[in-house]
């Protein structure tokens, strides 16, 4: 029987908003993937499975053995790994035996987990963290290392439940593969809140969170966006006959009130010629326009049930949800010197020669500590090289991983303006408006907004700004996005006219993105090759 389950779980903030509605559900052995959009209450459900938090209403049952491997992983870079694992003391009094010590205390320690720090190490390697690392601090390790270990330590403990919120993110293709291959091969029951395409290829089953509402999804991925496209195409049609029958019952309620005026001049007429006394011909046109008006009711009714029908259906087709946003002024002349590395060696100890001339779209590539994020610094002037020559001669636009640009306090508005501070109040919401934010929705502070509303907020500041962005860079622009935003970003990237740097993981994305050429900084140093477009 699962383990882990839901029973009418209803889960409100203090401040009334809701996050989960009466959800009944178990959480089978195998491996579970969570998605849903931005501020959906993807993690909020995490935190109330591990017990962070207490449901509003129902209940959530619980193995005592459960893992939480989250998002924003804090760990003390004093600590070395093999405390991380909770191997520190069996380690040592490993050592402490294998020096010939037959201290009793010591054989308590190790208890039955001779083979602790074994299975520690063959964790590790499948992970592809090197030989040593249980002696290394955390505060030597990569990003990416970290988030290793971290994912290490929860398997290492091989717990009933084990729960992870977005574990691939920063995470090269290759470091990715392999703790996709540990979480499918895992026994026990495993929940994974995740946008990575490629891990949720792999599961088991999708559970979907929306409107506060759970539902399941058997199958992997594509299974998922087939069900959800033949969905679409339902409430598509619903859409097309609710905007048939709204505009059939305006016709007729048109028609009637036409053939209404044109009957009574004409029995008015006929009455007139007839000679009929005047209180008759007042009693007949009274009945008349009684009759009529109970008539005009009725096709009155119609159309507002056909209206009602209309405006459900179009909020279940979520109409217009696209970003389309003219952008002439990020457009590159193809000759145009954009940026230039000139023999110039990062502090990674790459040496790097390059350039960007005109709308080149370029992809830079390599494994987590690589200096992918040293060589943008560099670029960017944040960051001084060894020796050489780096610089930007156009305007430029960062787009960061964590989306920081942003003034928490200020409205979105507010935030666009200081970025275009000569744009008019008008051209600041006409610009918004492309980016979803219509009416007083950008009126709304910064800090306030959801996770996909966060994005297109930052994402419209740095494309909005003035002088407008000739060169973007966006780094790791995936992370943590939804389907949608996701969308929302390729949508703005085909309107771009700039040149274009992108680092990323997600193959699929820098596919789409379409880039001419690929940056790669790796073992062997930097290299610079042509991509081809498409």
């Not at 011909?281 to 326009?289: H, T």
């Not at 954009?338 to 370029?362: F, K, M, N, W, Y």
């Not at 935030?415 to 980016?435: I, Q, S, W």
Request: glycine share 10%; net charge neutral; charged share 25%.
């Amino acid at each position: 029987m699962p383990s882990l389950t839901l029973s009418h779980t209803t889960f409100t903030w203090p401040d009334g908003t809701p996050c989960l509605a009466d959800a009944t559900l178990a959480f089978p052995a195998g491996l579970t993937g969570v998605v849903g959009a931005n501020g959906a209450g993807k993690s909020t459900l995490l935190r109330l499975l591990t017990g962070d938090l207490a449901p509003t209403a129902g209940t959530l049952t619980r193995p005592p053995d459960l893992a939480h491997v989250r998002q924003d992983i804090a760990l003390d870079p004093r600590a070395r790994a093999d405390a991380v694992l909770g191997l520190a003391e069996v380690r040592a009094a490993l050592r402490a035996v294998e020096s010939g010590s037959i201290d009793a205390t010591h054989y308590e320690t190790i208890g039955d987990d001779w083979d602790a720090e074994e299975r520690a190490q063959a964790t590790l390697a499948r992970l592809g963290l090197p030989p040593g690392t249980l002696d290394r601090t955390v505060g030597e390790l990569s990003g990416g290392e970290i988030t290793l270990l971290a994912i290490a330590a929860a398997l290492h403990r091989r717990p009933e439940v084990l729960l992870l919120d977005e574990p691939t993110n920063n995470l090269d293709a290759v470091a990715t593969d392999r703790v996709v291959d540990a979480l499918v091969s895992r026994r026990g029951t495993t929940v994974v809140v995740t946008h990575d395409r490629g891990l949720l290829d792999r599961v088991d089953r999708i559970v979907e969170l929306q409107a506060g509402r759970l539902r399941v999804f058997g199958g992997p991925f594509a299974q998922y966006e087939e069900t959800l496209a033949a969905e679409r195409l339902a409430v598509e049609e619903q859409l097309r006959s609710a905007r048939a029958q709204a505009s059939r019952q305006k016709r007729e309620l048109r028609e009637h009130v036409e053939g209404i005026g044109r009957r009574q001049r004409d029995g008015e007429r006929r009455a007139r010629q007839s000679g009929m006394p005047k209180v008759m011909m007042g009693a007949m046109k009274r009945a008349s326009q009684a009759s009529q008006g109970r008539i005009t009711g009725v096709h009155e009714e119609r159309l507002e049930a056909a209206q009602q029908r209309l405006e459900r259906a179009e909020v279940a087709a979520d109409r217009d949800r696209e970003i389309r946003v003219a952008l002439p002024g990020t457009a590159v002349p193809a000759r145009r010197d954009v940026a230039r590395l000139e023999s110039c060696t990062l502090r990674s100890g790459a040496t790097v020669d390059a350039s960007i001339q005109g709308p080149e779209r370029i992809v830079l590539s390599g494994p987590n500590g690589s200096g992918k994020t040293t060589l943008i610094q560099t670029l960017l002037g944040a960051v001084a090289p060894v020796s050489g020559a780096a610089g930007v001669h156009v305007p430029v636009g960062l787009l960061p991983q964590r989306l920081d640009i942003l003034d928490p306090g200020l409205s979105v508005v507010d935030n666009v303006r200081a970025a275009a501070p000569d744009a008019t109040p008008h051209e600041v919401r006409e610009g918004l408006a492309r980016f979803l934010f219509r009416g007083r929705a950008g009126d709304g502070a910064a800090g306030t907004l959801s996770g996909g509303e966060r994005f297109r907020a930052a994402l419209a500041a740095v494309l909005l700004a003035r002088p407008a962005p000739q060169l973007l860079i966006l780094d790791e622009p995936t992370n943590n996005l939804d389907f949608a935003s996701r969308a929302h970003l390729l949508d703005a990237l085909r309107d771009y006219r700039g040149a274009l740097i992108v680092v990323s993981h997600d193959a699929e994305f820098v596919a789409a993105v379409e880039p001419t050429r690929e940056w790669r900084l790796g073992p062997g140093g930097f290299s610079d090759r042509d991509r081809g477009s498409g």
